[in-house]
């Protein structure tokens, strides 16, 4: 992950089956809870992640855009 910049934040899903991590290069990564990358996405400006309980990982921009993936997309 080194290219993609420094981890700062992680927030693992209510049920403990996945984990976001995002990091200071805008990156979102999603692992399944055996240690597996599902996917990962560069999302320009991110400011804010959170993880629903419906499995879905929500990003917010600071320009204000709002982004709803599913934790499932490879």
Do not use: C
Request: charged content about 25%; proline content about 1%.
């Amino acid at each position: 992950m080194e290219e993609s910049g420094d981890i700062i934040s992680t927030k693992i899903s209510p049920d403990g089956t996945y984990m976001l991590v995002t990091t200071s290069k805008d990156y979102i990564y999603v692992f399944k809870d055996d240690g597996k990358v599902l996917w990962s996405r560069k999302i320009d400006k991110l400011y804010r992640t959170a993880i629903s309980a419906k499995g879905l990982v929500v990003a917010g921009t600071s320009e204000g855009d709002i982004y709803m993936i599913s934790m499932q997309t490879e």
